[in-house]
């Protein structure tokens, strides 16, 4: 008698070759696909391809694979346009067209919001707002954080850790990081000149020798000025004054000269103390007629342009008639709160970091805005007391980190009942948690959602949502 095969003694081993379609985009930008029942995720391989490919890893029911062969190149794909990108770890969509990515986007947060929140599909197509993408999606960011190292032959590399790695990827020398911002490659040549004609060496990460570990260059984009602030394991740098006058020769925006000081081993890039050698400590940007003080360590989000349509999208959803007080949880340095307060009676700003929250009390100062509080605390501690003083909630805006809002948070709001709860969230599967849990009891309803995207040519996707009670 023949015994029927369990369904998970899949047939396939490592290194099996197979065909196969990809269906979809994984969270690390790797195209899933099935086959005979298991799911793969393929490094390489784009929705819309069919690929050959070979089995490294096997599951229950999943595994992995590498692609051996593009038997049929999706229609979505296009040539990359940056050199290094299969090399570099930081963009994992530069092969998939714009378009494309905008599409994929809007489908992983519906798909999230349905396996994960249990909203009904169609209720959700309904209510879904087109996402909000960029007109053009390279160089948008803000903020590049530089590690400064040794190739093999003894030059001094910058550059961009390969994937899962501390190995530098050097960009192309002239176009400089795709998604950077294009005075970034002058920047970097001009502090490795500096090195070279200074005899200034790199940190090395093993033996803990050298001394320079990272270029931070901020850019305020609607202001035009430019932070240059080298990190190094030292107390000071040699031959400032050379450094000094390459720099501000190489670009006349740059308001900012400083020096970060990290002995620490490790994956922090920045140590605690930093150091202005040139012009003022800080450079500002605007969040639409807000301005904002950015120093070397402040929380800024890296792509202003969205940030704004973002907040925007916020602020709209919180519809403000002038009077409500409103809370913002998870305040970093107060954007968004500063942005609705020009709008609401009162905000309450409630963030952990307390260096956020000075940022946030000056910046305030700074507009000339008198109707914000900020606290220090966790939100989960710091709610619930603020609720039980008696400070009314008409609005609670909430943008928490990627693990989402502690139980206690959903709770706590629930019971201080607002008229209007505005999410905004960058991972959509701890949305989408969060997202079930506050309508659970169905004095809530999700009302409208807009994905924006935030990060074109990586699979990040911003999402703001409004929720209103309907009883
Ligand atoms: N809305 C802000 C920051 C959002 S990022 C902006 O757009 O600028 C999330 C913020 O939550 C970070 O500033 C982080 O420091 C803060 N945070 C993380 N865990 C927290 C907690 N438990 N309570 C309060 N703030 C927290």
Known sequence: ?????????????????????????????????????????????????????????????????????????????VESVC????????????????????????????????????????????????????????HYRNKAAIPVGLSQDGRIVTGYYARHS?????????????????????????????????????????????????????????????????VISGKSIPAADNLIESLTETSPDIKSICININREKGNVILGERTECIWGEPVITDRVGDVVFDISAKSFFQVNPVQMQKLYQRALEYASLDGSEN???????????????????????????????????????????????????GKTEDVLPKLIAQ?????????????????????DTILAAAPKRIVYVSCDPATLARDLSLLCADGSYRLEKYTPVDQFPETVHIETACRLSRHR
């Open 326 to 376: 409103v809370y913002d949880l998870y305040s970093g340095i107060g954007t968004i709160s500063l942005f609705l307060a020009r709008q609401a009676g009162h905000v309450t700003g409630v963030e952990v970091v307390p260096d956020a929250v000075k940022d946030a009390v000056r910046n305030a100062r700074l507009n000339g805005i008198t109707n914000t509080n900020f606290y220090t």
């Open 1 to 77: 008698m023949q015994i029927p095969a369990r369904k998970y003694n899949y047939p396939m081993k490592k290194n099996d070759m197979f065909e196969i379609e990809i269906t979809g985009l994984g969270k690390d930008g790797e195209g899933i696909g099935h086959h005979d029942g298991m799911t793969f995720f393929i490094n390489g391989a784009l929705p819309g391809d069919i690929v050959e490919a070979s089995v490294t890893k096997l599951k229950k029911t999943y595994g992995y694979a590498r692609v051996v062969q593009i038997i049929k190149a999706s229609d979505d794909r």
């Open 83 to 138: 050199p290094v990108s299969k090399r570099c770890g930081g963009c994992s969509l530069l092969e998939l067209s714009y378009q494309a990515q905008l599409r994929m986007k809007e489908a992983l947060v519906e798909d999230d919001l349905v396996r994960i929140g249990g909203f009904d599909r169609e209720y959700i197509k309904e209510i879904q707002e087109p996402i909000i993408g960029m007109d053009d999606p390279l």
């Open 390 to 410: 008696g400070r009314p909630a008409d609005v609670i805006v909430l943008d928490p980190p990627r693990k989402g809002a502690d139980p206690e948070v959903i």
């Open 166 to 230: 501390h190995r530098i990827v050097e960009p192309d020398q002239t176009l400089g990081c795709m998604i950077g911002n294009a005075e970034d490659p002058g920047i970097t040549r001009a502090v490795k000149s500096w090195m070279t004609e200074n005899r200034v060496k790199p940190y090395d990460e093993m033996t803990g020798k050298g001394l320079i570990r990272h270029i931070l260059i901020r850019h305020g984009v609607h202001t035009g000025q430019t932070m240059v602030c080298l």
